[in-house]
């Protein structure tokens, strides 16, 4: 069965991560199929905290969702047979099964070769040549038939797909040759199954469901080769195209898993104590405790109706997981500007925003110089206009602004540079990304391309 995954964005967050695996979940307990809970990219410490704690495995990493030969593999189930097989039972299971093709496989699955029916056909015309030995013939079909398939598989100028390979390489491949039907292995040379032409005119699609995000930008690679099938979040409406009409739910609250959540409670699906805790950490480590402005009465509402279920204390989790993060001197430069990084588009201009949250500010402003170099580079490297670092003080509730890059005046403009520094910018009370910071800056790019 073709599983469909269910991804948050790249650098996943908490919240990403904990709605990718509970929605997982939920999907699985409410619907048909096969569902993956998979990550866009390297978990986070307080996640890999969390998921150690609650015991949870990590998602399955997914670097890219573009159609792979893997995706095209036919769905029957594969017949294959081994070396030491007789004719007389290789050609019993290929016309009990209408077979045309029939990979050979040793006993651990190791591909050895092919037969084909036109192989089979042309050994017994073969044989019989031009008709002048008709008398011998029962001779020669019982010379034939004690071979066995080692004698008359095809090992050589054979095409074979790596199940990791693109569709569009294995399109190429198939294009340029002329057999209908073409093996697939895996990295160890074991048979995954077998794709025909016919599988690549219906080009298959992965599926997916986003979770806390819906922008292109912050969607892991390939996504536009993939159906997107749902999405659930609490972000801005972005850019992304679906084909065909889907279900999106999207509401202005706190974090993605109090959506999740409320989809179990409304539905009256059990929520066991770990996956109450998984949800409360998205929605605790979203709203940063409850302090960001994005936190809304429904936020309190589940996470007290999780509480109840995880039986853990909001604060003192939220405290736990804040503290599980304070990594910041094992990190470079690059790594701790690049941890929680998402790109936004405005016409042409391309710019990003990154965000720490921590209960000790000091150790990033020792930093700063550093740390603005480092986006320097970043910004030339990716083509961003310009880049801002979030610094957030959860129990100061504020956020310092730092700006690098071509246009990050533009940034100073905005936000005001209230002179705590060169590059940096205090806001007290900021406290959300999304909220406070990506959508100003959006209206300031607005304004200045009007002008
Ligand atoms: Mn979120």
Same mark, same amino acid.
């Given at each position: 069965?073709?599983?469909?995954?269910?991804?948050?964005?790249?650098?996943?967050?908490?919240?990403?991560?904990?709605?990718?695996?509970?929605?997982?979940?939920?999907?699985?307990?409410?619907?048909?199929?096969?569902? /993956?809970?998979?990550?866009?990219?390297?978990?986070?410490?307080?996640?890999?905290?969390? =998921?150690?704690?609650?015991?949870?495995?990590?998602?399955?990493?997914?670097?890219?969702?573009?159609?792979? *030969?893997?995706?095209?593999?036919?769905?029957?189930?594969? *017949?294959?047979?081994?070396?030491?097989?007789?004719? *007389?039972?290789? #050609?019993?299971?290929?016309?009990?099964?209408? =077979?045309?093709?029939?990979?050979?496989?040793?006993?651990?699955k190791?591909?050895?070769?092919?037969?084909?029916? %036109?192989?089979v056909?042309? +050994?017994?015309?073969?044989?019989?040549?031009?008709?002048r030995?008709?008398?011998? !013939?029962?001779? /020669?079909?019982? #010379? +034939?038939?004690?071979?066995?398939?080692?004698?008359?598989?095809?090992?050589?100028?054979?095409?074979?797909?790596?199940?990791?390979?693109?569709?569009?390489?294995?399109?190429?491949?198939?294009?340029?040759?002329?057999?209908?039907?073409?093996?697939?292995?895996?990295?160890?040379? $074991?048979?995954?199954g077998?794709?025909?032409?016919?599988?690549?005119?219906?080009?298959?699609?992965?599926?997916?469901?986003?979770?806390?995000?819906?922008?292109?930008?912050?969607? *892991?690679?390939? +996504?536009?080769?993939?159906?997107?099938?749902?999405?659930?979040?609490?972000?801005?409406?972005?850019?992304?195209?679906?084909?065909?009409p889907?279900y999106? $739910?999207n509401?202005?609250?706190?974090?993605?898993?109090t959506?999740?959540?409320?989809?179990?409670?409304?539905?009256?699906?059990?929520?066991?104590?770990?996956?109450?805790?998984?949800?409360?950490?998205?929605?605790?480590?979203?709203?940063?405790?409850?302090?960001?402005?994005?936190?809304?009465?429904?936020?309190?509402?589940?996470?007290?109706?999780?509480?109840?279920?995880? #039986?853990?204390? !909001?604060?003192?989790?939220?405290?736990?997981?804040? !503290?599980?993060?304070?990594?910041?001197?094992?990190?470079?430069?690059?790594?701790?500007?690049?941890?929680?990084?998402?790109?936004?588009?405005?016409? !042409?201009?391309?710019?990003?925003?990154?965000?720490?949250?921590?209960?000790?500010?000091?150790?990033?402003?020792?930093?700063?110089?550093?740390?603005?170099?480092?986006?320097q580079?970043?910004?030339?490297?990716?083509?961003?206009?310009?880049? %801002?670092?979030?610094?957030?003080?959860?129990?100061?509730? %504020?956020?310092?602004?730092?700006?690098?890059?071509?246009?990050?005046?533009?940034?100073?403009?905005?936000?005001?540079?209230?002179?705590?520094?060169?590059?940096?910018?205090?806001?007290?009370?900021?406290?959300?990304?999304?909220?406070?910071?990506?959508?100003?800056i959006?209206?300031?790019? $607005?304004?200045?391309?009007?002008?």
């Amino acid at each position: 069965m073709k599983p469909v995954y269910v991804i948050g964005h790249k650098h996943p967050d908490v919240d990403s991560i904990a709605s990718a695996i509970s929605y997982k979940v939920y999907k699985q307990s409410t619907d048909k199929g096969l569902y /993956i809970a998979a990550a866009a990219g390297e978990l986070n410490d307080e996640t890999r905290f969390i =998921l150690n704690q609650l015991e949870f495995e990590d998602p399955l990493p997914i670097e890219n969702v573009g159609t792979k *030969v893997e995706d095209l593999l036919d769905e029957q189930d594969n *017949v294959y047979v081994h070396a030491d097989m007789s004719m *007389v039972e290789l #050609g019993n299971l290929m016309r009990k099964n209408k =077979l045309k093709t029939v990979p050979v496989l040793d006993e651990d699955k190791g591909f050895l070769g092919l037969v084909t029916i %036109g192989d089979v056909a042309m +050994i017994y015309m073969d044989a019989l040549g031009d008709g002048r030995a008709i008398d011998r !013939s029962p001779e /020669i079909i019982r #010379g +034939i038939l004690d071979q066995k398939v080692a004698d008359i598989m095809r090992t050589r100028d054979l095409v074979l797909f790596e199940r990791d390979e693109t569709a569009d390489e294995a399109k190429k491949n198939m294009l340029s040759t002329r057999f209908r039907n073409y093996p697939v292995v895996d990295e160890k040379n $074991r048979f995954v199954g077998m794709i025909s032409r016919y599988n690549l005119l219906e080009m298959k699609r992965k599926k997916i469901i986003l979770v806390d995000h819906n922008e292109k930008s912050q969607a *892991v690679d390939g +996504i536009d080769e993939a159906e997107i099938i749902e999405i659930v979040d609490h972000h801005r409406v972005g850019d992304l195209q679906t084909m065909a009409p889907i279900y999106f $739910r999207n509401e202005p609250v706190g974090s993605t898993c109090t959506l999740v959540a409320g989809l179990f409670l409304e539905n009256n699906i059990y929520v066991n104590r770990n996956l109450a805790g998984l949800m409360l950490s998205g929605i605790m480590s979203d709203t940063m405790m409850f302090k960001s402005p994005t936190t809304t009465p429904r936020d309190r509402q589940i996470a007290e109706e999780l509480e109840r279920l995880s #039986g853990l204390e !909001s604060m003192k989790w939220g405290r736990e997981i804040f !503290s599980s993060v304070n990594q910041v001197d094992k990190q470079t430069d690059d790594e701790l500007i690049a941890q929680d990084l998402k790109e936004y588009v405005s016409g !042409s201009t391309v710019f990003a925003i990154s965000q720490v949250e921590t209960m000790d500010m000091a150790p990033y402003r020792e930093r700063r110089q550093a740390l603005v170099e480092a986006m320097q580079n970043m910004c030339v490297r990716r083509g961003y206009a310009f880049m %801002g670092l979030m610094i957030t003080d959860i129990l100061e509730a %504020g956020t310092e602004l730092v700006a690098a890059g071509v246009k990050s005046s533009l940034v100073k403009q905005v936000f005001g540079d209230s002179g705590t520094g060169e590059d940096g910018i205090f806001l007290k009370g900021v406290m959300s990304r999304k909220k406070q910071v990506v959508p100003i800056i959006y209206e300031a790019l $607005r304004k200045d391309n009007i002008i």
